[in-house]
């Protein structure tokens, strides 16, 4: 996977560049000169690219070695003689999905279980956020697992002491120690940086600025780029004036304010992940069906119900979310957790609270691949890996189309989602 570094950490820009000259060179390549590349043509799907452009019918994309060589109208793209045809008429495809926000199992079989299942309902690149422990995390980062979505991690978090949680985050009580934690990430390269800021409903001292603050600062010294788990308002104004690179949440107690906003209008290029509560009204799972065990999906249905209490919390970060996009903040992507079918309830929750399903997929797509830094992801263009989802449905016309899923490519290659759903439905825990 190609990830832009900054200038004081190791650059890999260059595998960018390699996988565009490979396709440069191999985009000329006579499928039948007996050189081993496997070209294979997409035709006829209707075409959602993943930047916010409008989706082209009747569309013709071209797969070499894994990656995108050609994509377009039928008219504009010249089929390779001797090419693998597959006819995707009354399909719709789009990027696979960029999860930036979930946490991961640090062991190697619960981890390959965890990045399978989550290719499976779409995704093919996920991001590990702050509770990755040992070096598993690190040995698999980018790894090509069979059948399953590509891994980043965060490694270990920073926050104030909070015992009785979780003991895998850094806990901090000085600036020294705030440097020491970025220090010791910055060493194995993380892709992020988490912090926490959050009393957990006063039940421990949350960091405070000076603390964030240092964190922020060392990590920027090193070429690393901070996302803050936070509940605040008034938190996030702080984050906002320390420096921040991106939000893990929206804000969750109260409405944005102007401030806020006047905050953030200075500093354009901070993201928003705003992993969205439950919405409190109950909904259909029975898209589930077939890929969970029927007395657990059953055990979920029957949990679904109204609750006024969610409806209102949702109802604060709906509106934060409208009021960000509305102000063209940049939004990217994320569940939190690991239950491999959430990002399609995420979607739909984003659109209920105002965004439309085109921006909810270029959130899902571009934004998070390029809040990740990834160059090699997140749109259906030439010289990108050929990640995509076909689908039975357009999520134009309704979000929760994306559910409606034919195949899922890696690299070009379909992964296997009988065998998948199989696993799935014969009573594995997601």
Same mark, same amino acid.
Not at 182 to 195: F, G, P, R
Not at 265 to 271: A, L
């Given at each position: 996977?190609?990830?832009?570094?900054?200038?004081?950490?190791?650059?890999?820009? #260059?595998?960018? =560049?390699?996988?565009?000259?490979?396709? *440069?060179?191999?985009?000329?390549?006579?499928? $039948?000169?007996?050189?081993?590349?496997?070209?294979? =043509?997409?035709?006829?799907?209707?075409?959602?690219?993943?930047?916010?452009?409008?989706?082209?019918?009747?569309?013709?994309?071209?797969? @070499?070695?894994?990656?995108?060589?050609? %994509?377009?109208?039928?008219?504009?793209?010249?089929?390779?003689?001797?090419?693998?045809?597959?006819? &995707?008429?009354?399909?719709?495809?789009?990027?696979?999905?960029?999860?930036?926000?979930?946490?991961?199992?640090?062991?190697?079989?619960?981890?390959?279980?965890? &990045?399978?299942?989550?290719?499976?309902?779409? %995704?093919?690149?996920? =991001?590990?956020?702050?509770?990755?422990?040992?070096?598993?995390?690190?040995?698999?980062?980018?790894?090509?697992?069979?059948?399953? %979505?590509?891994?980043?991690?965060?490694?270990?978090?920073?926050?104030?002491?909070?015992?009785?949680?979780? @003991? =895998?985050?850094?806990?901090?009580?000085?600036?020294?120690?705030?440097?020491?934690?970025?220090?010791?990430? %910055?060493?194995?390269?993380?892709?992020?940086?988490?912090?926490?800021?959050?009393?957990?409903?006063?039940?421990?001292?949350?960091?405070?600025?000076?603390?964030?603050?240092?964190?922020?600062?060392?990590?920027?010294?090193?070429?690393?780029?901070?996302?803050?788990?936070?509940?605040?308002?008034?938190?996030?104004?702080?984050?906002?004036?320390?420096?921040?690179?991106?939000?893990?949440?929206?804000?969750?107690?109260?409405?944005?304010? $102007? @401030?806020? #906003?006047?905050?953030?209008?200075?500093?354009?290029?901070?993201?928003?992940?705003?992993?969205?509560?439950?919405?409190?009204?109950?909904?259909?799972?029975?898209?589930?069906?077939?890929?969970?065990?029927?007395?657990?999906?059953?055990?979920?249905?029957?949990?679904?119900?109204?609750?006024?209490?969610?409806?209102?919390?949702?109802?604060?970060?709906?509106?934060?979310?409208?009021?960000?996009?509305?102000?063209?903040?940049?939004?990217?992507?994320?569940?939190?957790?690991?239950?491999?079918?959430?990002?399609?309830?995420?979607?739909? $929750?984003?659109?209920?609270?105002?965004?439309?399903?085109?921006?909810?997929?270029?959130?899902?797509?571009?934004?998070?691949?390029? *809040?990740?830094? &990834?160059? $090699?992801?997140?749109?259906?263009?030439?010289?990108?890996?050929?990640?995509? /989802?076909?689908?039975?449905?357009?999520?134009?016309?309704?979000?929760?189309?994306?559910?409606?899923?034919?195949? /899922?490519?890696?690299?070009? /290659?379909?992964?296997?989602?009988?065998?998948?759903?199989?696993? *799935?439905?014969?009573?594995?825990?997601?």
């Amino acid at each position: 996977m190609c990830r832009v570094k900054s200038e004081s950490r190791i650059v890999v820009v #260059m595998c960018a =560049v390699l996988s565009l000259g490979t396709v *440069l060179m191999t985009g000329c390549t006579d499928p $039948d000169d007996g050189s081993g590349a496997t070209v294979t =043509v997409f035709e006829g799907a209707r075409l959602i690219v993943g930047d916010g452009s409008a989706s082209i019918e009747d569309a013709v994309f071209v797969v @070499e070695s894994g990656h995108f060589t050609h %994509a377009g109208q039928r008219s504009d793209v010249e089929i390779p003689g001797g090419a693998t045809r597959v006819d &995707l008429s009354g399909k719709t495809v789009m990027p696979t999905i960029v999860n930036a926000h979930i946490h991961l199992a640090s062991t190697r079989e619960d981890r390959t279980d965890q &990045l399978q299942q989550m290719a499976y309902y779409g %995704a093919g690149v996920v =991001v590990s956020l702050g509770l990755d422990s040992g070096d598993v995390p690190f040995e698999m980062r980018d790894e090509m697992v069979t059948d399953g %979505a590509r891994s980043l991690t965060a490694g270990r978090g920073i926050t104030s002491p909070e015992p009785g949680r979780s @003991e =895998v985050p850094s806990w901090i009580t000085s600036e020294e120690e705030a440097q020491t934690a970025v220090q010791q990430l %910055a060493a194995n390269e993380v892709d992020l940086v988490k912090i926490w800021v959050d009393d957990r409903n006063g039940r421990y001292e949350k960091l405070s600025p000076a603390l964030y603050g240092a964190v922020i600062d060392e990590a920027h010294t090193h070429g690393l780029r901070v996302t803050a788990h936070v509940y605040n308002l008034e938190d996030a104004k702080g984050l906002l004036r320390a420096g921040i690179d991106a939000f893990a949440h929206g804000v969750r107690d109260l409405d944005v304010d $102007d @401030e806020l #906003m006047a905050l953030w209008s200075e500093r354009p290029n901070v993201v928003l992940v705003p992993n969205l509560p439950n919405p409190g009204v109950a909904v259909d799972l029975s898209w589930l069906s077939g890929t969970v065990p029927p007395d657990e999906l059953q055990e979920m249905q029957n949990a679904q119900k109204d609750s006024p209490a969610d409806q209102e919390s949702f109802g604060i970060q709906a509106r934060n979310l409208a009021r960000f996009n509305q102000a063209g903040v940049r939004i990217a992507f994320g569940t939190d957790g690991n239950t491999p079918w959430a990002p399609h309830l995420e979607m739909e $929750d984003m659109v209920r609270s105002g965004m439309t399903p085109a921006e909810v997929i270029v959130a899902a797509t571009r934004n998070s691949a390029e *809040l990740m830094q &990834l160059t $090699d992801v997140g749109t259906v263009a030439v010289g990108k890996s050929a990640d995509f /989802i076909v689908l039975d449905a357009n999520p134009l016309d309704d979000i929760t189309n994306t559910r409606r899923i034919s195949a /899922i490519y890696l690299r070009g /290659i379909a992964i296997d989602r009988d065998a998948l759903g199989a696993r *799935l439905s014969g009573g594995m825990s997601p």
